[in-house]
């Protein structure tokens, strides 16, 4: 009896990355039953459903056709479609609507395997730069975040693309901390991850993160490995891109993407598409000439969307060359602002996050000035508490971000606040330590002062 004891106190000690992972994950399904009664259809926390989204397939091609469907994919990275594909087989032998359903309440529980595994991600990280109480406390603070919740319990991949980015950058201090004894291979995973998920990871990403594993110095055969292994995946999908469809991205929305940028919202949704010569598809793919998806939504993996939003990248740079850079640079502005608004805020209304009594706090503090001087603050004490010689190397870590950072500023106009999740998981990671390194400085101080002054 007393070992059981012993091992029911031990437990937490032994394992505790597996037990934040059951604590995270009963709690999502926890709000999730809360909620199920209000849900539309008792399943779905906002109004739409993964056949909604823009930027996905038509469930019946992905479960008639999934090979084709996934081969003649041309509006975004192949990963959320992949796995809807995936669990369309299961639901295969059902009603179409009755597997939409399925498909779509498979995927609120992966999604919630997912919003554990962030949890997890978040504290084995912190337990590594402050200490175990530091890290379970900041863990669940974070996953309070309304935008966490809202993002695990929402049918489309920013959630998925956010623990991506999340890995990644665990991935490169990791790196940062060890350049000669730690491996490159889960670095060029999770570069890999994040560039099948969303098309926001476009070519030159790879150029940001091979710069930033130069200023870290990490060891050359190294980076040339990651270099390899990641240029390859990259190189091979937009040289396929390009053959299929005659673009050298991984969306072909980014003509379309680019005019919203600028606040032109002209082209959104392919207004204007019937005004254009439209050639026949180089293929008879379903998912090329379905006007519409299931739930009625537009297809917008049709040819006639490819030939349109193709011919609008050529206006729009031409557009960009013209215009005068004040307008230009004025836009950008108005996308910057509408970055800094809370990203749990969202065109339509969600069930759950709208509802959470902390929602206002957490909004106060992930937006506008008070994110902005959290974020320059901790910038500060990292510079106070990090020798010269590490200043080049604390820029290779911002490289990264930086990269997305512009991408989800330049290019949108509208959800950018949605898109700043994608950093802010990284951020707080890097705000608490930074608040970690000053209470210890503070402590050792406070505890020896002379000792402080002979180091300094």
């Known amino acids: 009896m007393n070992r059981i004891k012993q091992g029911f106190k031990s437990f937490p000690r032994k394992y505790p990355e597996l037990l934040v992972f059951v604590l995270y994950l009963a709690f999502i399904f926890t709000l999730e039953a809360s909620w199920s009664k209000s849900a539309i259809e008792h399943v779905y926390f906002q109004k739409w ?5 823009m930027q996905t397939l038509p469930i019946i091609d992905l479960r008639d056709h999934p090979v084709e469907s996934l081969v003649n994919l041309h509006i975004q990275p192949p990963t959320l479609d992949l796995i809807r594909a995936l669990l369309a087989q299961r639901w295969r032998d059902v009603a179409d609507h009755s597997m939409l359903l399925s498909v779509d309440q498979d ?7 997912l919003f554990a595994l962030m949890g997890v991600l978040i504290f084995r990280w912190l337990s590594q730069v402050t200490s175990f109480s530091w890290a379970a406390v900041a863990a669940f603070i974070f996953m309070l975040h309304p935008a966490a919740i809202m993002y695990a ?4 991949n920013t959630f998925l693309f956010s623990i991506g980015i999340l890995w990644s950058y665990y991935e490169l201090w990791k790196l940062y901390n060890r350049p000669k004894e730690r491996p490159i291979l889960p670095l060029a995973a999770s570069f890999s991850l994040i560039f099948f998920t969303r098309s926001i990871i476009q070519w030159p990403a790879l150029l940001f993160f091979a710069i930033s594993l130069v200023l870290i110095r990490i060891p050359w055969r190294k980076i040339l490995l990651f270099a390899v292994l990641c240029g390859a995946v990259v190189g091979f999908y937009t040289l396929r891109q390009q053959a299929l469809f005659d673009i050298p991205y991984t969306s072909s929305l980014a003509g379309g993407n680019c005019f919203h940028g600028l606040g032109d919202f002209s082209t959104y949704a392919g207004y204007g598409v019937d005004q254009i010569p439209i050639q026949p598809p180089h293929s008879s793919a379903s998912v090329l000439i379905r006007e519409n998806k299931l739930t009625g939504a537009i297809n917008f993996n049709h040819n006639k969307y490819l030939q349109y939003h193709r011919a609008m990248l050529g206006k729009c740079y031409q557009r960009l060359l013209t215009q005068p850079i004040n307008e230009t640079l004025l836009a950008f502005f108005g996308n910057f602002l509408i970055y800094l608004q809370p990203s749990s805020q969202f065109t339509t209304p969600h069930i759950i996050a709208d509802s959470l009594p902390w929602r206002g706090a957490y909004n106060a503090i992930f937006s506008r000035l008070v994110l ?18 590490n200043y080049l190397r604390g820029i290779g870590m911002l490289l990264p971000a930086v990269y997305i950072f512009l ?7 509208g959800e950018n606040m949605r898109y700043k999740f994608f950093l802010e998981p990284v951020f707080f990671v890097f705000f608490v330590a930074q608040i ?20 300094s």
Request: glycine fraction near 2%; hydrophobic fraction near 50%.
């Open 49 to 53: 459903t993964s056949e909604d989204m």
């Open 107 to 113: 995927l609120y529980r992966l999604w919630a395997v």
């Open 153 to 156: 319990t929402f049918l489309e």
């Open 372 to 389: 902005l001087v959290l974020l320059v603050g901790s910038m500060l004490i990292w510079i106070k508490t990090n020798p010269r010689e």
């Open 407 to 413: 991408m989800t500023v330049l290019f949108e106009r």
């Open 436 to 455: 970690h390194s000053l209470f210890e400085l503070f402590l050792l101080k406070s505890r020896s002062p002379s000792r402080l002054k002979t180091v």
